[in-house]
Antibody, heavy 117, light 110 residues
């Protein structure tokens, strides 16, 4: 059974940082292309970042509006993907999901990030 | 970026057909495939993949769901609708980065 479990969300003040983790099981992580997607309080879904597998040199793509603030990474030995978020803004408040490959057949339950003073 | 436009809401009577549309501002076809996918999201749950590449039923999804379209015009059809189909339905394109989603269509069953 495919499982993705996101952790690391919480309440953070604007300008601060947070690192999200996504632990996975049930599929061959090392060959999966992993993504982070968020859903805003208004229910809008927004793709944020993708990291490809080793055979593609772990190529990374970002949504332009988070480039330079967010960093996606992976640890194949732990079947985990991460999202480092710096200089957080109130508009980053959302539920953050990790997914693999495309289309996004499997989603975790999400982790809530609230950016507020 | 490719923009996907969906109607915000739709109300359909139980047992009838629901047709949800998604229009894009750019062609999402490439080498014979339409890179359009559909998801269902119920309150408090994560999105669930229903249809991929415009018309292919995802694993475990009942045949009441179907998708069609190409280029810039796509539809998701549920026939017949059941009470459990109350949800928000999103389209998503993977033709170009950044991957983008429609704003969702909320389906109400009357």
């Amino acid at each position: 059974e495919v499982q993705l479990v996101e952790t690391g969300g919480g309440l953070v003040q604007p300008g601060n940082s947070l690192k999200l983790s996504c632990a996975t099981s049930g599929f061959t992580f090392s060959t999966a292309w992993m993504n982070w997607i968020r859903q805003t309080p208004g229910k809008r879904l927004e793709w944020l970042a993708q990291i490809e597998d080793k055979s593609n040199n772990y190529f990374i793509s970002y949504l332009e509006s988070v480039k330079g603030r967010f960093t996606i990474s992976r640890d194949d030995s732990k079947s985990s993907v991460y999202l480092q978020m710096n200089n957080l803004k109130e508009e980053d408040t959302a539920i953050y999901y990790c997914t693999h490959n495309n289309p996004f057949a499997y989603w975790g339950q999400g982790t809530l990030v609230t950016v507020s003073s | 970026d490719i923009v996907l436009t969906q109607s915000p809401a739709l109300a359909v009577s139980l047992g009838q057909r629901a047709t949800i549309s998604c229009k894009t501002n750019q062609n999402v076809d490439y080498y014979g495939n339409s890179y359009m996918h559909w998801y269902q999201q119920k309150p408090g749950q994560q999105p669930k993949l229903l249809i991929y590449l415009a018309s292919n039923l995802a694993s475990g999804i009942p045949a009441r769901f179907s998708g069609r379209g190409s280029g810039t015009d796509f539809t998701l059809t549920i026939d017949p609708v059941e009470a459990d189909d109350t949800a928000t339905y999103y389209c998503q394109q993977s033709r170009n980065l950044p991957f983008t989603f429609g704003s969702g269509t909320k389906l109400e069953i009357k």
